[in-house]
């Protein structure tokens, strides 16, 4: 974020009752968001370490585990957002700003957009897995995938988290916010570690490329749609094979 954005109109230039009254709706609005997002991170770390706490007890009951597991999962995926609108609006407190600036306003929800998301997911989807299998088949070492064993037996409301919003809020974080903090390169390797509690280094590999081209779209578009449809793309794949298979 290059400056601090000033809100509706600034102080200085305000002359009217009206402005006024804009002004401070604006401002009032906007601390209010922020608030409510303090106190969401806030509940959203007591029940991350709740449902932690709970499960360490019930490993030996399966249903139960997962069920709390995959809360803890899902918890976890909205704190991401949750951190990132938190600092935001503490640094700038202004929400229109802090959603252009995260590439997901309304104008950047473009067919463009889209089909380079689509594209990125075939390019995933054809060119990387591929590419893995070949290299696997000729040098002959294994690059097994843990995800089918780590993610059955979950409620199915998980499965649909996965792909709907899970997606979301992890571009968010990865993309729309460490991109233009700390480069392409550290927030894909960042993003490609978090998803190495799979134990795989195929699903490490292909995180990584995944996110070094991602974040390449992100700064291209300034959209983050990009993104975000493909990860949708590829979480719903992963999803639907689970259930096939």
Do not use: C, W
Not at 83 to 110: A, C, E
Not at 111 to 140: D, P, R
Not at 215 to 220: D, M, S, V
């Amino acid at each position: 974020m290059n400056k601090k954005p000033k809100l509706s109109k600034p102080m200085s230039k305000i002359k009217t009752k009206k402005e006024l009254k804009i002004f401070n709706q604006d401002l009032n609005y906007n601390k209010k968001i922020k608030y409510i997002t303090y106190l969401l991170l806030i509940l959203s770390f007591i029940s991350l370490l709740y449902f932690l706490y709970l499960s360490s007890f019930t490993i030996s009951q399966l249903l139960l585990y997962n069920y709390l597991n995959s809360n803890s999962t899902i918890v976890l995926s909205l704190i991401f957002p949750l951190i990132v609108f938190s600092y935001l609006l503490h640094k700038t407190n202004n929400l229109d700003f802090i959603i252009q600036n995260l590439g997901i306003s309304r104008d950047k929800l473009t067919l463009k957009n889209i089909f380079l998301g689509l594209a990125l997911f075939i390019v995933m989807l054809v060119g990387v897995e591929l590419s893995l299998s070949l290299f696997s088949q000729i040098t002959h070492i294994p690059l097994p995938t843990n995800v089918k064993q780590l993610l059955e037996g979950y409620p199915i409301f998980f499965y649909l988290f996965t792909f709907l919003i899970a997606p979301i809020n992890e571009e968010i974080m990865f993309r729309g916010f460490l991109v233009s903090r700390i480069g392409i390169i550290p927030s894909a390797l960042i993003f490609a570690l978090f998803h190495f509690g799979y134990f795989s280094v195929s699903e490490f590999i292909a995180a990584l490329i995944f996110g070094l081209i991602a974040g390449y779209l992100f700064k291209k578009t300034k959209s983050l749609y990009v993104s975000i449809t493909a990860h949708m793309l590829l979480n719903f794949l992963t999803v639907f094979i689970l259930f096939l298979i």
